[in-house]
T-cell receptor, first 111, second 115 residues
Framework: KQEVTQIPAALSVPEGENLVLNCSFT??????LQWFRQDPGKGLTSLLLIQSSQREQTSGRLNASLDKSSGRSTLYIAASQPGDSATYLC??????????FGGGTRVLVKP | GAGVSQSPSNKVTEKGKDVELRCDPISGHTALYWYRQSLGQGLEFLIYFQGNSAPDKSGLPSDRFSAERTGGSVSTLTIQRTQQEDSAVYLCASSLARVSGNTIYFGEGSWLTVV
């Protein structure tokens, strides 16, 4: 059974610092890995999707890496802003189009 | 709008009543998912549709839960004889195809409170 873990569960940084969010998964037989953002009381917004054959994806200040063999992904957010405050979730897609989520990392960027 | 639409956005119901939650996926998306997020908890997979069929119902927590999808579009999640532990946000998502590599788009969720 696939298990996804996100560490830390919560993170607080001053504005301008870089954010590093970690995600690990137990079964490396994945099709892809996605990072999502969830604001309080809202649904999920997809940030980045990394195919199993890829090692990283970049979008603006966001960069996500994937090491499938070791079951790890890292989301980097450069030069954090107060608007980056949210919960960040990673999820892996496995056979049967099943998407398994981690518990999320709650991020607070202080002005 | 062009996104995944869910209704109702909020529902308060009495214990024992039945509720229906509706999801309108993005037009053309053949894959549709239902997830549940309880307060302070992670996302729990409920069911996945490819077209109108549900190859994976493994996440439905009990036989009080059922879901259907008609016309390859709208889906309804029904909870019978609701219990307080059913209180959660029910999130629907859709994507283009069952082939991996497609971004999954989520709706804003239906917030269910059972009193």
């Amino acid at each position: 059974k696939q298990e996804v873990t996100q560490i830390p569960a919560a993170l607080s940084v001053p504005e301008g610092e870089n954010l590093v969010l970690n995600c690990s998964f137990t079964d490396s037989a994945i099709y892809n890995l996605q990072w999502f953002r969830q604001d309080p009381g809202k649904g999920l917004t997809s940030l980045l999707l990394i195919q199993s054959s890829q090692r990283e994806q970049t979008s603006g200040r966001l960069n996500a890496s994937l090491d499938k063999s070791s079951g790890r992904s890292t989301l980097y957010i450069a030069a954090s802003q107060p608007g980056d405050s949210a919960t960040y979730l990673c999820a892996v897609m496995t056979a049967g189009n099943k998407l398994t989520f981690g518990g999320g990392t709650r991020v607070l960027v202080k002005p | 709008g062009a996104g995944v639409s869910q209704s109702p956005s909020n529902k308060v119901t009495e214990k024992g009543k039945d509720v229906e939650l509706r999801c309108d996926p993005i037009s053309g998306h053949t894959a549709l998912y239902w997830y549940r997020q309880s307060l302070g908890q992670g996302l729990e997979f409920l069911i996945y549709f490819q077209g109108n069929s549900a190859p994976d119902k493994s996440g439905l927590p009990s036989d009080r839960f059922s879901a259907e999808r008609t016309g390859g579009s709208v889906s309804t999640l029904t909870i019978q004889r609701t219990q307080q532990e059913d209180s959660a946000v029910y999130l629907c998502a859709s994507s283009l195809a069952r082939v991996s590599g497609n971004t999954i788009y989520f709706g804003e969720g239906s917030w269910l409170t059972v009193v």
